[in-house]
């Protein structure tokens, strides 16, 4: 039964990293660019997670933490800079 679970969230996930990626090159405005994004890491960090369910590994649990850190900073970073224009005062 968890087989079935997984494959369904391993299409719910590539669907909506589809959809962010539709976001991302039609988006308006930088700022909906900056949130696709931002939605993206998500869904991957999500991919990571199902794919260490999958094959029952922790490693792959400690890289999507790794994965999510760099993800949050880089958005940060990036916000302060369109904002701002300049990311360290």
């Known amino acids: 039964m968890i087989e079935y679970a997984l494959q369904f ?13 539709w976001r991302l090159m039609r988006g308006p405005s930088l700022m ?3 949130l696709a994004v931002d939605t993206m890491v998500i869904n ?7 794919f260490g369910i ?4 922790k490693m792959f649990f400690e890289g999507a933490l790794l994965f999510a850190m760099f ?3 880089s958005t940060v970073a990036y916000c302060r800079f369109v ?4 990311v360290i005062e």
């Open 9 to 21: 969230g391993f299409v719910a996930v590539l669907l909506a990293l589809l959809l962010n990626l």
């Open 83 to 86: 904002l701002r224009g300049d």
């Open 32 to 34: 909906d660019r900056v």
């Open 44 to 50: 991957i960090i999500a991919l990571i997670i199902l």
């Open 54 to 57: 999958e094959q029952r590994s």
């Open 71 to 73: 993800g949050f900073i």
